[in-house]
């Protein structure tokens, strides 16, 4: 008696320690796969997809891992199976939601909604997406919280990471300085702008006025640039008109109160 416990539970042991190895190798030439077909592609695609693979497998090998414990157990998983082809009916009725989870990650990932590295808007919350699961996508905001979002919940997404980002930026100068003295100034800015940041899409340019107010003109620029550098390149932006303004370029800007004493 004591043997064929033994010998059982040696080989459940074994049966586990294999199991492991199992998904290990074959997480490795998933990997190795998706890899040398991202060469030329996006990265953050095959990480999706690397993601997903090895979620189904672990759940495959975890499942036939446990069917062979079982036989070694002298459990008939045959008649198992065949029972679990009724419970299967019943828990799929029970796991609709489960269901629709794993349905929707499937579709989110082959129509290319947004990908692990993606910046996106899910309802009220933006963030980058640190993981796309088989029911679950996991977001993280710039200031650290992360977001647990089941995937048949995500309904309309916006995707930052798309396309190159739209800089307008809207400056405003003083009335005292005349229009040909701030364009050519504003050009200048856009010229060193252009030769120095490297992630421009489009080059900066000056649009021209967009609005006048009492002693103020405002001028707009605009630029595409990489996706989401936009704040980075607005403050690039900035901090160059604001030199101009320290040297003596350009007049500050101001609220002017006449007083008039009769």
């Not at 008696?1 to 033994?6: A, D, K, N, R, V």
């Not at 008939?76 to 419970?87: E, N, P």
Request: hydrophobic fraction near 45%; include cysteine.
């Amino acid at each position: 008696m004591e043997q064929i416990l033994t010998k059982e539970v040696i080989s459940t042991i074994c049966i586990a320690i294999f199991s492991f190895f199992v998904y290990i190798i074959i997480k490795k030439l998933v990997n190795r796969f998706l890899v040398a077909k991202a060469k030329d592609k996006d990265n953050r695609k095959a990480l999706t997809i690397l993601t997903l693979v090895t979620n189904i497998l672990k759940y495959i090998i975890l499942i036939v891992a446990f069917l062979m414990i079982l036989d070694v157990w002298g459990v008939d998983t045959k008649a198992l199976v065949a029972s679990l082809g009724v419970v299967g009916v019943v828990g799929g009725l029970a796991m609709q939601d489960t269901i629709k989870d794993l349905i929707s990650g499937t579709t989110i990932l082959t129509e290319s909604q947004f990908k692990v590295g993606d910046n996106i808007q899910i309802g009220s919350f933006r963030g980058t997406v640190t993981a796309l699961g088989m029911r679950t996508t996991s977001i993280r905001a710039a200031s650290g919280e992360i977001k647990m979002i089941s995937n048949r919940n995500i309904t309309e997404v916006i995707n930052y990471s798309i396309k190159p980002s739209i800089c307008d930026i809207d400056v405003e100068f003083s009335c005292h300085d005349s229009s040909e003295k701030i364009e050519s100034v504003l050009n200048e800015i856009c010229q060193k702008i252009n030769r120095e940041v490297k992630y421009i899409k489009t080059p900066l340019k000056v649009l021209g006025i967009e609005k006048l107010a009492s002693g103020t003109v405002t001028y707009r620029l605009e630029a595409e640039v990489r996706s989401l550098k936009n704040f980075e390149f607005n403050r690039i932006v900035l901090k160059e008109i604001k030199k101009q303004f320290e040297e003596g370029k350009l007049t500050t800007p101001y609220t002017r109160l006449d007083i008039n004493n009769e």
